[in-house]
């Protein structure tokens, strides 16, 4: 290997040299493309041989003994410009990764968490209660990049968590553009240059998307190695359809694509859409046949090896509902603009040259470069009778317009012209992507496959072998130039000592870190703060559980157990600037004890230069504990959670009842709550002595039973009565922890919410009588952002900003009309509000429900309006405030059942206060008692 390392860099340092190319950047790229002059070919089946090294004769058997030192060539080519054009992260490289401090603690934290869950935890990572603790994340729906962290893993032993991250992203540069090197050698005839295709494969790897995403701290969307090795074999299966081998590796690819980041498979299933039809167009379905069929073996190899992934995706969606995307999920925003294609990468050490004259909704990342856009046109203009050349051109222009986004934008112009995203925005799994730009690394790939054309057709009119190396040596600077990105922003992943503290002292507990947040990919519950992230991060130091946590998607649940319950709500409110007066300061102090000892939590630490005052002084008051550090901006407390008591009582109901009850429970239905699926979660904090627990339950029918879980084990099976009744079991010693215990109530059958009609039904003091139940929920953007309306346990709801509303008949229940005016925009929508009020006839029930912000438009005649059905609320100079109202139209104002809040959701019911459209059983009580 020495001796294969010294022949070629003496022959290619000799040319250098000769050039003058040696001591600057355009020497080293010279070093990377004339490497690239010995690759084999790709397929050894088309009978290709690749040119002879200079030094072939002076080292005999050369090529026998090293068939890939061309290969090895490019590769560390490649990497010798990743640790250039990265500057400055190679001299911070164990401390620092590349982002601003919003995603890259997180993408940092994936590989940590593979790892703690696989090898240390021997558990499922999709399933992490180290997060959200208790009710805990699935990660399905979240960008967990699986593959990195698997590959992560003997790094983090050898060299630690970050450097093995910088050591991740780099491979992701390199194998990028080797990827694109092969595809694009294979593509080219035998003749082509062997440095075209280095460079087709310098424009993919170092294009300036990829290091707008590094910036970011977007690790999964910078992993981008897998795309060209997957096209390359699905062209290698249709060329050669009798090869067994290239479907396999094509499935193999898209797997590793799904496993890295799950939209990029879904990028490649419409390029390969595009691609079939494209070919059997162009071929006849006749011929294409075989390859049709291979592709078909791809998918199912595909959908067999993600299934663990679809399946949880299917099950959960089926039960909460579609929440990949929200609306356009700012689809909007995130959208490329079409003078985008034209302007450099704000990262640009030039950038000032420009940057005020184009003003983007966002970052640009689809910067082509003038130079590819050049050797890309000229490939497309004078080959275009070659077919494949014609698909490469069909391809860009597709991801071109999807990249755009829902409409086109020209410096922030919106012209209302709809485009291809809107369709992919009604497709399942596909709409999961929010941000059209990120089609830009499908875009960077299709330019740099034309520009390779392009070079062949310009390299072939040179003559002389020094003229042609100078020429792609020439043309790679220019590339390089252009898309140029240092220095690189880096975030400080350094961890404060505490944590270290915290991570020495033995035990499975929680830490609260505050400001308190959680975040998904659309809204985030508690401060914005990007210190948030770094919380997370400093867990893969303590490796203890928290109360926070960021993920991708997740049902509406997740956030709301923490956003309604005492303390935490009042957290959420002081770090977000509001204010909490005495009297909930004294209760939240009452129930802090029971919260500690639910959470387990052992320490709470202050990012104090991120807290307003106020909040510090709340968590010295209510919470309390023993200071044990203050160094740095960082302030921790040492608390000793109370101990479990000998007799726990859960009064279903009532607000402290909240942190124990996880997924399927239905909002108070008066002094009971009802179980609304067939498998249920309870969490109680207990002592692990053998317990009795007595269960007040009531089914809504007959044959009901009732299955308990403890911490997975099962405790016995109940037959319910369907009237109140008590009901006592032993929990046994074997089946309980000391601290958090979870159980699951898994019942025999559901019971439809129209059956069940028992309670008060009666509206206010209006004297009308609801025929069915409604529930209705308001909660602006800070805790919650929605407007439920729930009829029989069916969300019918608009749910759009401002006032929601539906109108229903007292007598069957049925919905008449609806309606949603967004009073925040204009005072025209407060006039349609006003007019929609004004044409219900009387009599009618009418449910109103304000989602986000409804106050900034609102005028007199609204409200005036809104008191026809009862109402007495005024939002006028209540920004964010909540409004939820059940009334009758021609009632008199203040008779209508109504709340008003700016804390937290308010929500105000008849009936059964049921959020699902089936019921399995009511619980009044759920009483634990030691028993010695």
Known sequence: MARLTLAILHQQGRKANRMGFAD???????????CSLSLRPVDQSLGRSGPKLDNEEEYPGLRKRFPWRGDIAVLGSYLLLTVILTYPLVFHFTSHVPGDGSDDPALVWNLWWVKHALVDLRTNPLICDFMFYPIGIDLTFYTLTIVNGLASVPLQSVVGLVAGSNVILFLTFVLSGYGAYLLVKYLLPPEAHPSIAFISGLIYAFSSNRFIYASLGQFNIASTQWIPFYILFVIKTRRRPGRLRYPLLAALFLLLNGYTEFTYASFLIIFTFVYVLYWLTADGWRQSLPFVRNLALVAI?????????????????????????????????FSADLLGFLVPSHLHPLRDLWRRRF??????????GYTVLVLAACGATRLLKDRTVRFWVLAAVTFSLIALGPTLRINRRELDLPLPFDLLQALPFFKGNRYPSRYSVMLALCWATLAGYGLHRLSGSLKGKSRRWAFAASIASLILIEHLSVPLPLSDMRVPDIYQTVAAEEGDFSVLEIPLAWRNGFRVTGTKDPVIMFEQFYQTTHEKRIVGGNTSRNPEFSFQYFTEAPVINSIIALETGHEVDQETWQHDKELAPSLLRLLNVRYVILHTDEIPRPLHNYVSSVIGGEEVYDQGGIVAYSVTPPPPQRETVIDLGTDAAHLNLGEGWSESGGEHMWAQRKETRLFVSLPRRRQQMTLRVMAPGPDQTLEIVLNGKFVTRLDLSSAWQ?????????????????????????????????GDYVIGDTGVTAAANILVKSAGEEVGDFGHIYVDGRNLSPDERGYNMVVLDPRSGLVESAGHFDTFASEEQSQ???DFLATIPAGKIVAVAVEDEASLHLTEEAV?????????????????WEHAVIGVKGAIPGQALERMGVLQPVSVGVGQGLTEPTAAAAFDHIIFQAVD
Not at 319 to 326: A, H, I, Q, S
């Open 359 to 368: 003003h983007f909704s966002y970052l640009n990342f689809v910067f082509i």
């Open 301 to 333: 190899i595909f959908l067999f090896g993600m299934s663990p992934i679809l399946y949880r995706m299917v099950r959960v969606m089926a039960v909460e509902g579609d929440f990949l995307v929200e609306g356009l999920g700012f689809a909007n925003v």
């Open 864 to 880: 005036r309006a809104l008191g026809s059905i009862g109402a007495t609320g005024d939002l006028r100079g209540r920004f964010r």
């Open 24 to 34: 600057n950047l355009s020497g080293w790229i010279y070093y990377g493309v004339t």
């Open 832 to 834: 349609l509000l006003a």
């Open 726 to 758: 008590e009901y006592r079991v032993t929990l046994p010693v074997d089946c309980l922890k000391d601290g958090l215990n979870e159980f699951h109530f898994r019942f025999g059958r559901l019971f439809p919410a129209e059956e069940i009609q028992d």
